[in-house]
Structure formats: structure tokens, C-alpha cells
């Protein structure tokens, strides 16, 4: 894989983050979970978290100094190559169209220009792979086919609370 943009920088007390960027999002993905896989058994290494397009490297001072530690995050990261792997496991996920389920449902349609049959026709046929597990508003987890639904629209939260008003 061919790595634009590598960066390394402190993660805390003990850490490190990697934050890369590469021409393809599911190549990046399976590099940097390749990279995170070979690093939990160093030693000093208490554990790798990959993301679809950064690496988290925890590690105990005790055991390797902060320099090493991000040595062997260079070092890895400059050294694994990845070809691909197999998809290990297939499996369907129900989901909900539309409504409270899916408030933006209704703007991508028409910013597709599609109907809503279509677009669960198109967003159905797909074969996705998980790249990454977690859900933050707005962040890609998973890599999606040439059907045309990649699109970036405001996310904005559900149950958000109106400016100026408390809960609870």
C-alpha cells in the first residue's frame, strides 16, 4: 500500500497515535489493522488499536522507553505489506429505512435522485466490509461498492438537546 501522509504523534501519558492517509480507505484499513496485529505481541506493548485510518499504540514505560515505542511504530508501519485478506465471516444485518430510524433518509434520496425503493434496492445489493468497529456521526466504518451511495450529508445528532436547555 502506498502511504500520502504518514504522522506520529504523542497519545497521552503512554501512547502514541499514527494517523495515515493512503489513496484507497479499505487498503488504509486493512494496512493499519495489519500493522496494529503485529505490534500486541512486542514487548512493552500493552496494546494496538487500529481505526480505519489511525493506529493507537499503548506501551509501558517500565518495560520500553517512549522512543522505542514509537520506533517500533515506524518500524512496523514502514514495514508491513498487505495484500488483502479473506473475508473470514458473511453475515446480515437487519436495518431500518427512514423515519427515526434514518432522518436523512428522505435528503439522500433526492439528492441521489432516487426513490426510497431504489435507494434500499442499491444500499441493499452492496457487499460491505467492516473496516472498523464503533460509531461516531459522520465517520466512515465501512468500505461501500461502486454503487454510487458514498455521500457525505450533515449528520446531525437525533436526540439532541435544543441550545440553552438542561436535561434531565
Not at 517500533?72 to 458473511?90: F, H, I, K, Q, Y
Request: aromatic content about 6%; proline content about 7%; glycine content about 12%.
Amino acid at each position: 500500500m502506498m502511504l500520502k501522509k504518514l504522522t506520529i504523534e504523542p497519545f497521552g501519558e503512554n501512547g502514541w497515535l499514527a494517523r495515515l492517509s493512503g489513496d484507497d480507505m479499505v487498503a488504509t484499513a486493512l494496512f493499519v489493522n495489519a500493522v496494529a496485529e503485529g505490534l500486541r505481541d512486542k514487548l512493552g506493548i500493552i496494546d494496538s488499536v487500529a481505526g480505519v485510518d489511525s493506529l493507537v499504540l499503548r506501551f509501558d514505560p517500565g518495560k520500553v522507553s517512549p522512543e522505542g515505542a514509537r520506533n517500533l511504530l515506524n518500524d512496523d508501519l514502514s514495514a508491513v505489506s498487505v495484500t488483502g485478506r479473506p473475508v473470514s465471516e458473511r453475515m446480515t444485518i437487519p436495518v431500518c429505512y427512514g423515519g427515526a430510524h434514518g432522518p436523512d433518509f428522505d435528503n439522500l434520496c433526492t439528492q441521489l435522485g432516487v426513490s426510497p425503493d431504489s435507494l434500499i434496492e442499491l444500499h441493499s445489493a452492496q457487499i460491505y466490509r467492516v473496516l472498523t468497529i464503533g460509531f461516531a456521526p459522520g465517520v466512515k466504518t465501512n468500505g461501500v461498492g461502486a454503487c454510487g451511495l458514498n455521500r457525505r450529508f450533515g449528520v446531525r445528532p437525533i436526540n439532541a438537546q435544543p441550545p440553552g436547555e438542561a436535561s434531565g
